[in-house]
């Protein structure tokens, strides 16, 4: 182990910092990963002529708004009594975003903040740079770092909701970061892919104060992953707000 991090109050700093400096505190951490996956149109374009879907999709858009529900949710609600006519959606539903990623691999020792914000800087606009939980550790192995995507809204009261989860979830020490809308976290010890699974499949109880689909499309990747760049150029990337 390098750096200990309990020590130190990361709170307010920019992802950037947060990684590099549980890099230091991950000491035989070699390698990490990041992709850039490809830009995905919105389902409204998706679904263009199929009238009977797009009406579907109002619907669901009425749902998240009155109940605050995570839009796949509320799609998959809103299907209830259409019949065939959910088909489209349904299909729409189950895409997973997983061609034309572009994978980056990096040496852990060649990781600064300006380097990341470089990279993310590249890729703003339609893209977005995405911190993988894959490492690889000096000893040849694979490990993960622990993620985490929430849904429940940024709030005093939602950010001890997700406190109090993440020590039912018993992952360890780490942090909460604002993700924009709500919150994101990342754990402190490295962990096997069982581990993951576990985890992952223990936090989907928790849906819909944890993103539902999120954890879905990580069990599908074999890895989970963050977004590290602002969902829009103007916007402030993922901040730490509390430390576990």
Not at 41 to 56: F, K, N, T
Not at 191 to 198: G, Y
Request: with cysteine.
């Amino acid at each position: 182990m390098g750096e200990d991090l309990s020590t130190r109050d990361l709170t307010g700093e920019p992802i950037e910092n947060l990684i590099c400096a549980l890099l230091r505190e991950l000491a035989n951490i070699s390698h990490v990963n990041l992709f850039v996956p490809p830009p995905v149109p919105a389902i409204q374009s998706r679904l263009v002529g199929a009238q009977p879907a797009l009406e579907i999709v109002s619907r669901a858009l009425q749902m998240r708004n009155e109940l605050g529900l995570p839009f796949w949710d509320a799609v998959n609600l809103a299907c209830f009594g259409a019949g065939v006519e959910a088909t489209l959606v349904a299909r729409e539903a189950l895409f997973h975003n997983g061609e034309g990623v572009r994978h980056l691999r990096l040496s852990a020792a060649s990781v600064t903040p300006d380097a990341l914000k470089n990279l993310a800087a590249l890729e703003s606009g339609l893209s977005i740079l995405v911190w993988s939980s894959k490492v690889e550790t000096s000893t040849g192995e694979t490990a993960h770092i622990p993620m985490l995507d929430f849904h429940c809204p940024q709030s005093a009261p939602n950010l001890e909701l997700v406190t109090k989860v993440l020590y039912l979830l018993e992952i360890g020490p780490g942090f909460i970061l604002e993700s924009g809308k709500s919150y994101h976290f990342y754990g402190r010890k490295l962990i096997a892919d069982s581990e993951r699974i576990l985890f992952l499949s223990r936090a989907l109880l928790l849906a819909p104060i944890v993103d539902r689909a999120w954890i879905a499309h990580q069990l599908l990747e074999g890895a989970c992953g963050l977004r590290i760049s602002p969902r829009q150029p103007s916007r402030m990337p993922p901040r730490v707000v509390r430390m576990l």
